[in-house]
């Protein structure tokens, strides 16, 4: 990767597309992943390139959900093993979450190589590799239907990082609670998860960490309390006003203020 100046006033984007393209490079993100991520950063730039308030609320949310969880697992896709693969094994560890690939453009090869990654971060365990990954998400055709016997499949709570409409639902309708990471609120995976963070991976995934530190030692009622106020529809709702509301400034003030 080329040296990318500090001062440059697209630094941390084009360092974030840097790590994208090497993993490509290395066969852990699809080419399509390219694609994913210039989609998240357009819906970024709406938001203003922060973390916003209706995100935490969705980020603490998250953090009971999988506390409360049995057997919680994170899904982990290619994009999300080359962006932050320290933050999610750390909160594997500190959540007590299954680790587990799982991947649209799936081949040995990058299920392998996504694993390395992890591995490399520290991970101890990866499920969705080898023989054990045999099992079946019902009404998905593609191969992202092929689950972990000891994860996806048995999970009660499944975090699915970046955009994945049609395996959201399918894990809705076996009863499992979906938290999702999508920079778009009006994709399916957004309005079909149970919790919604909408948020940049990059900031979300450290921000829930922490956050999950905070809550490990509160208890179960206040954990209960936290997921019984959570309305995911008014947060999402709550984005699309501070996205309306940020536009209609721009608009008026002009983007040299922003």
């Known amino acids: 990767m080329s040296e990318i100046p500090d001062n440059h006033p697209r630094a941390e ?24 991520h210039g989609r998240g950063e357009a819906f970024d730039y709406l938001l203003g390139e922060k973390t916003t308030p209706p995100a935490r609320k969705a980020i603490r949310a998250a953090a009971a959900a999988l506390l409360l969880s049995k057997y919680p697992v994170i899904s982990v896709n290619g994009n999300s093993a080359a962006l932050t693969p320290k933050e999610i094994v750390e909160l594997s560890e500190v959540s007590g979450a299954k680790l587990e690939v799982n991947i649209f453009y799936r081949s040995p090869g990058r299920v392998e190589a996504i694993k390395e990654v992890l591995e490399k971060a520290g991970a101890k365990e990866v499920l969705g590799v080898g023989e054990t990954a045999d099992g079946v998400i019902p009404e998905i055709s ?37 938290i999702a990471v999508d920079l778009n609120p009006l994709s399916r995976t957004s309005q079909s998860a149970n919790i ?56 008026k003030k002009g983007i040299q203020d922003y």
Do not use: F, W
Request: hydrophobic share 40%.
């Open 13 to 36: 984007s084009l360092r974030i597309r840097h790590r994208i393209i090497e993993g490509m490079e290395h066969n852990v993100v699809a080419k399509a992943g390219l694609i994913a």
């Open 142 to 178: 593609s191969i992202r239907r092929v689950v972990d016997r000891r994860g996806i499949l048995i999970a009660d709570t499944v975090l699915v990082p970046i955009e994945d409409g049609d395996r959201t639902q399918a894990l809705r309708k076996m009863g499992k609670t979906v």
């Open 196 to 251: 919604t963070i909408v948020d940049n991976h990059v900031r979300c995934m450290p921000l829930l960490v922490e956050e999950v530190k905070k809550l490990k030692n509160a208890s179960k009622e206040e954990l209960k309390k936290i997921l019984e106020e959570y309305d995911n529809q008014k947060v999402l709702g709550e984005i699309l006003e501070l996205i309306r509301d940020r536009l209609t400034e721009i608009a």
